[in-house]
């Protein structure tokens, strides 16, 4: 996937990097079932078509700075197809193996590529005293009238490159982004005074925004430097490079990831049926003393509507029938698949919804003292999810999201454990079930004070393709129909009758002085969710329905 250049030399002796290895999945990519225009290779993106080129060349690399002070390395696309352009360059911290991509061009209407003009020079690495493969040039080409660049050029030469070199896009094919993720500067941390360069993302991203990813980066100095090239935009605005519903089907039978849960984990998932057939109940406010039981499929609950307090769902009123629905059944367990387009329809992100009938109660950490929390973090009704995003050009996973409480994380595919070919591992923590990418021990709150989120491997594992459906695929049009359940718009459990400070004061009672503060604090800093004071809302109200992942 990369190859040093022959000139390169070091300033010092050589550092094997994770980077020196080219990650490729574990397994080779099916054959999609036939369709429009997914997996083909190249995508319209209304007069400019692109292709996504994962072969580079090496071009120069530093061995310090950057995360985990390993550097980073700069390289330009190879193996470019006959009649497409290079847009710009690809770059990616050091600490990780060598898994990327940037968007080449070729003009289909004539006008939507242009030469640059000239090249500014951004920066060089000549006067930096660090382990690096000679000096580095980054380039900014200056575009033509009307047109923008959406990437810059690394050259390990003072001279500037050809102007053949790279392509500008008319700039009615392109969007405004920001900066995403860090990859590099001299310091071991961002330094927003220095140099730095970042990857990017479209400003505007969900399945309605348009705006494209090209692969690409930015080199800054300072802060106060605008972010001087763009993304592209999907003018068509259309679906027709997305995936049907049986090459839906076929991405995630290749893909499904398997969860883990904690050895002592009491409180597992269920089907959503499964919940209501076994007693899960609808109450209205006002009418407490009647409660409904639920149809299967949620045809009886109330649709659409507002969040307003005046229904929620509960557990069973029997004791013994409550303890059995709070544990769920794994092997009953049904996952629930929304689909939609990202990043301009080039990519699919494909999100796993997973529903815990009962979230157990919470653990803190206070330096090396564990403490049981109470009744704190309990809640009815928990909705976790995973997200898959899928290239629309090949059908290859890049990266999985897990959702972590109120947040979560984003991880690249070369980041992740495989099992069974090409299907991910997720670990669910110990009754709070957030979702992680490795086992081990998470702490919510700052220094050593927090929410304990442990997660560990054992016989208890949901497959997540074994028993699942598409819930939702509103590109599809009437292709999918949502179950009535979806469209149930307020809370999946009660309002927590408990007193959440007498369950603080319980705990502070037995922690020495100088800890008590600490504690306090650190219970002050996390979301209602986390404390468990109410039952959640379902999917659709979730800010990644209609926008992307924090």
Not at 211 to 233: E, H
Not at 383 to 388: A, G, I, K, N, R
Not at 530 to 549: A, F, H, I, S
């Amino acid at each position: 996937m990369g190859n040093l250049p022959s000139s390169s030399t070091s300033a010092g002796p050589e550092v094997v990097s994770p980077i020196d290895t080219s990650f490729k999945l574990p397994s080779p990519l099916p054959t999609w079932p036939p369709g429009e225009g997914f997996g083909h290779g190249t995508i319209d993106l209304g007069g400019l078509r692109v292709c996504q080129i994962s072969s580079f060349n090496k071009i120069w690399a530093v061995h310090e700075g950057g995360p985990d002070n390993l550097g980073a390395s700069f390289f330009e696309p190879s193996q470019i197809p006959q009649g497409f352009f290079m847009l710009g360059c690809y770059s990616q911290p050091n600490n990780r193996p060598l898994y990327g991509w940037v968007l080449a061009g070729t003009d289909e209407v004539g006008g939507a590529l242009k030469t640059p003009l000239d090249y500014t020079l951004l920066w060089s690495s000549e006067s930096l005293k660090i382990k690096q493969d000679g000096i580095g040039y980054i380039w900014l080409p200056m575009a033509p009238d009307g047109y923008t660049a959406v990437g810059v050029v690394v050259t390990n030469s003072p001279e500037k490159p050809s102007l053949e070199k790279i392509s500008c896009v008319r700039s009615d094919l392109t969007d405004q982004c920001e900066i995403d993720t860090w990859i590099w500067g001299p310091g071991k941390e961002s330094d927003p005074n220095g140099f730095n360069a970042f990857s990017l993302r479209p400003n505007e991203r969900g399945p309605q925004a348009m705006g494209v990813c090209v692969g690409t980066f930015v080199a800054r100095n300072g802060n106060a430097t605008p972010v001087s090239i763009a993304c592209l935009k999907n003018v068509t605005s259309n679906s027709s490079c997305m995936p049907n519903l049986n090459q839906t089907q076929a991405i995630f039978e290749a893909y499904s990831p398997r969860i883990y849960f904690h050895p002592d984990e009491k409180y597992l998932t269920s089907s959503v049926s499964w919940f209501f057939n076994n007693g899960a109940l609808l109450y209205k406010k006002g009418q407490e003393s009647n409660p409904v039981p639920i149809e299967a499929t949620g045809s009886n609950l109330p649709q659409g509507g507002l969040n307003d307090g005046e229904y929620w769902l509960d557990l069973p009123v029997d004791e013994k029938a409550k303890e059995r629905v709070k544990k769920g059944d794994l092997q009953e367990t049904e996952t629930y698949l929304h689909i939609k387009p990202v990043f301009g329809a080039t990519f699919t992100d494909i999100v796993v919804w997973v529903f815990f009938p009962f979230n157990g109660p919470s653990k803190a950490k206070v330096e090396l003292i564990d403490v049981p929390l109470g009744r704190i973090g309990e809640h009815v009704g928990d909705w976790e999810h995973l997200t898959l995003r899928i290239s629309n050009f090949n059908g290859e996973l890049w990266s999985i999201y897990f959702s972590q409480h109120s947040g979560g994380s984003w991880f690249y595919a070369s980041e992740l454990e495989f099992e069974n070919g090409n299907k991910a591992v997720g670990y669910s923590s110990l009754r709070g079930h957030a979702m992680y990418s490795k086992p081990g021990l998470v702490l919510q709150g700052s220094n050593r004070v927090g929410i304990r989120n442990d997660t560990a491997k054992s016989k208890m594992v949901l497959d997540t393709g074994a028993r699942f459906s598409v819930v939702a695929a509103e590109y599809l049009d009437t292709s999918v129909i949502e179950p009535p359940w979806l469209n149930y718009l307020r809370k999946w459990g009660p309002k927590i009758s408990y007193d959440i400070a007498a369950e603080i004061n319980k705990v502070e009672k037995i922690l020495p002085g100088k800890l008590k503060s600490a504690f306090q604090k650190s219970i002050k800093s996390l979301p209602n969710e986390v404390l468990g004071q109410e039952g959640p809302t379902g999917p659709k109200l979730k800010r990644n329905w209609t926008g992307d992942e924090v």
